[in-house]
RNA sequence: CGGGGUGUGGCGCAGUCUGGUUAGCGUGCUUGCUUUGGGAGCAAGAUGUCGGAGGUUCGAAUCCUCUCACCCCGACCA
């Protein structure tokens, strides 16, 4: 392609609206234009990179067993009535009426219209296993789209549906297409971390995330993963193994108020009393406003984590359903506790008490006494003090032990590029998905469904490779894998060479992207930078008088003169060392 | 939806508080000349319903009311 004859805009300023690296690339080098909050253009280079994806996604699926098959964007409302996801799904769904006034809904995914699809033809144990995929414009009205292609309210999706007469053969399916994974995200240069996370609203057994892992903001998951072998989950779903779980004593014993003069910190008391911090229960007191009737109301809540825990305040925000959640201030703690800040204590605490199941299994612990430098061993949940609640509210485990070997755990974060799902019957039950197995006798199928955000997979790649100048695409990637630069654009040896050479490579198989612009060599070199190609090949006057080029990866600062004559040979080689 | 913010040539911004000629600046765009290996110089140009509607006023980008859009923080998700 001749930059001249396609449709590059890039800019040389950072558009306001774009707040992550990637997404300013993406605007910068001319692969999207926004056209709503949520929605946009894709432009020429963009479109080759989804078409790139999209081949790696097809070729993986196929391989994998699975039939490509397109799905109606635009969906009657009865069906998702009958799922129950009218409802469930919430705002997130779009819906329209036609001109007829019946209800219809923008496609956020497809797991009503595939098992209406079958329900009335998968009748047959031997017609499964059976996968399904298609790669499909979504809409889903989020309540904040953010950071471009990574949560657009448009977006392309791979979404893939399997069938299966009982689980067994269930979990079959489900190892292939996480399988079928690893191979799409290695090819696209991504390499995700797989993770064990919460079904939440798409129900089912169980559920795994893909995880390209990223030190950017673009990193929006937090995942813990051990240090050894390759546990990972999402934080909400992660287990660990104790390092050094708390003492628990065979008797339950009596309470007792002690003396804790000046030592207010768990630090201070644990070295006071000689006794772990995970003897322990810390008492936080929270202001809680809650969104009333009239007016909104604030109310003081505690939260007690063990004493080696750290608080985690959106855990416990989101519990409460609030508004707003703020550690109380001296005044308040005073007020509620009668002591001051470093002694409070659930005995006798006239607010709400929300507990971490830790402590919920703790016995004979040290609490606050609400007295100035006093404490309450001895303590036992129930018998001493009630709570309101039992909900995790501590920060990921790390630093605790792998619950799969002796490894520790770390926090990493990452960018959520695909899923894989477990549905069991959820859909074939409410959808009527039903078939006749060896015996004659009725069964609901097994159903799994299968994500893959093609337009985030993208973004993804450029939040992982770029530098200051640009994107740095895999090459699997890349809109094109070389770009061809005349320094001196008006100079007619060097356009001799450019076609020539363009021409060659073109035939030779490569994708080329020819900068034939009557433009400086800074412009040129820069947009080639930005713009992310590879190998960039670059025609110069001295060079040329020799009967050479320059060849050089995009991820390599290296400048070599190649023969002309070399051109495919060199090419095929720089490529091959380039991610 | 709650909180915060922004709308002024394609892009980035100033001007708004304190109303007052033809609404500026940088960059980009067009044309010409000179340049030409990492975003050239000079000259001449084009491009604005100042987000929209209504109002106050002799006069509104600027003040008031309503409204729309977009961005950021939170909950949600490929």
């Given at each position: 392609m001749r930059w001249s004859k396609t449709y590059i805009p890039t800019m040389r300023d950072n558009p306001s609206e774009a707040e992550l690296v990637s997404h300013k690339f993406l605007l910068r080098a001319g692969y999207m234009r926004r056209l709503a909050a949520g929605v946009y253009n894709y432009l020429p280079l963009m479109q080759r990179v989804i078409n790139k994806v999209s081949n790696i996604v097809r070729e993986e699926m196929d391989s994998a067993g699975a039939v490509e098959i397109l799905m109606p964007f635009v969906q009657p409302a009865d069906l998702w009535r009958k799922s129950g996801r009218w409802n469930d799904y919430g705002k997130e769904l779009a819906r329209l009426k036609d001109r007829h006034d019946r209800e219809m809904v923008l496609g956020p995914t497809h797991e009503e219209i595939i098992t209406d699809l079958v329900s009335?033809?998968?009748?047959?144990?031997?017609?499964?296993p059976l996968n399904m995929y298609q790669i499909q414009t979504k809409f889903r009205d989020e309540i904040r789209p953010r950071f471009g292609l990574m949560r657009g309210r448009e977006f392309i999706m791979k979404d893939a549906y399997s069938f299966d007469i009982n689980e067994e053969a269930h979990q079959g399916a489900y190892d292939k297409m996480v399988a079928a994974y690893h191979r799409i995200f290695d090819r696209c240069g991504l390499s995700a971390k797989q993770v064990d996370s919460d079904s939440g609203a798409m129900g089912g057994s169980g559920s795994h995330e893909f995880m390209v892992m990223v030190d950017t903001d673009g990193g929006e998951c937090t995942i813990v993963s051990c240090d050894k072998c390759d546990y990972a989950a999402n934080v909400e779903k992660a287990v660990f193994r104790e390092l050094n779980p708390p003492v628990q004593d065979k008797e339950i014993k009596e309470t007792e108020e002690v003396d804790t003069p000046n030592a207010g910190t768990i630090e201070e008391i644990s070295e006071f009393l000689k006794m772990p911090p995970n003897r322990f229960a810390k008492t936080l007191l929270f202001n809680a406003e809650f969104k009333g009737k009239k007016k909104n109301v604030v109310k003081p809540v505690a939260a007690m984590i063990r004493g080696d825990r750290q608080i985690n305040e959106i855990k416990f925000k989101n519990y409460l359903g609030c508004l707003e959640l703020e550690m109380a201030g001296p005044e308040t703690v005073e007020k509620l506790t009668g002591a001051p800040v470093g002694f409070a204590g659930p005995i006798g605490l006239g607010c709400a008490i929300v507990v971490d199941p830790e402590v919920e299994n703790m016995t004979n612990f040290v609490v606050g006494?609400?007295?100035?430098d006093k404490h309450i061993i001895n303590v036992n949940l129930n018998r001493d003090f009630k709570t309101t609640g039992v909900v995790d509210l501590k920060n990921a485990p790390v630093g605790e032990g792998c619950p799969e070997c002796d490894g520790l755990l770390t926090a990493s974060r990452g960018i959520e590029v695909g899923n894989t799902f477990m549905l069991g019957t959820k859909y074939s039950k409410s959808m009527g998905g039903k078939f006749l197995d060896r015996n004659g006798k009725e069964q609901l199928y097994i159903m799994g469904s299968y994500g893959i955000g093609v337009t985030r997979t993208a973004q993804a790649a450029i939040e992982k490779f770029h530098d200051d100048k640009g994107i740095l695409w895999p090459k699997s990637l890349a809109p094109y894998q070389i770009t061809i630069i005349t320094m001196n654009a008006g100079k007619e040896p060097q356009q001799e060479a450019g076609e020539k050479i363009y021409n060659e490579l073109t035939e030779a198989g490569f994708e080329v992207l020819y900068d034939d612009r009557m433009e400086r060599a800074g412009i040129k070199l820069n947009d080639a930078d930005l713009v992310g190609i590879p190998l960039r090949i670059t025609i110069g006057d001295k060079s040329l008088a020799e009967g050479k080029i320059e060849l050089k990866l995009r991820n390599e600062s290296d400048l070599v003169r190649v023969d002309l004559s070399e051109i495919i040979e060199k090419s095929t080689e720089f490529l091959e060392r380039a991610i």
């Open positions: 009335g033809e998968l009748k047959s144990y031997k017609q499964m006494a609400n007295k100035a």
